[in-house]
């Protein structure tokens, strides 16, 4: 909850400290986007500038603010903490439109090579676990086979690794959250 004064001033005294910070980093990184995109139509190269926004999975821990009425939060395996969204703006290349196809993290870097154009050595290609959304940005009904994920929060006191192996975990495929 690092944030400028001057962005947790602006709800200060409408909500509580934390969820005036935590509302502070949102406007501030809203600002902010608004401030690169502006740049970029500047320089003349908007239309042909790929900007990718990705929010952090879950809310933060300790401020109380809606979350689409998921449950759980930042740090736990279930929707509200794993669920993220990412916005791909390339106004010359990809039409605006929204998938709803189940994608992960792990998709980000075989995105990005077959964007760029980058062949992947077989080794590289057998440590990629993800795919690329490269179908889904042409075309949000594009065919995108099933798939399950699996979560795992890592994180447990010192020396507790063993006891929370099986913690905190989830599977997850198109339909199915458990």
Known sequence: LQVPPEYEQRY???VGTNVAKFFGMIANIDDNVGRLLEKLKAWGIDRDTLVIFMNDNGGTAGVPVFNAGMRGQKVTPWLGGTRAASFWRWP?????????????HIDFF?????????????????????????????????????????????????????????????????????
């Open 12 to 14: 200060h005294g409408n």
């Open 92 to 104: 010359g290349t990809l039409k605006p439109a929204e998938v709803s196809a189940l994608a992960a």
């Open 110 to 178: 075989p995105t990005l090579a077959e964007l760029a154009g980058a062949k992947l050595s077989d080794e590289a290609k057998a440590q990629v676990e993800g795919r690329s959304l490269v179908p889904l940005l042409q075309d949000p009904a594009a065919s995108w086979p099933e798939r399950t994920l699996f979560t795992h929060v890592g994180r447990w006191e010192r020396g507790q690794a063993a006891a929370a192996k099986y913690l905190h975990c989830s599977v997850r495929n198109q339909g199915w959250h458990l």
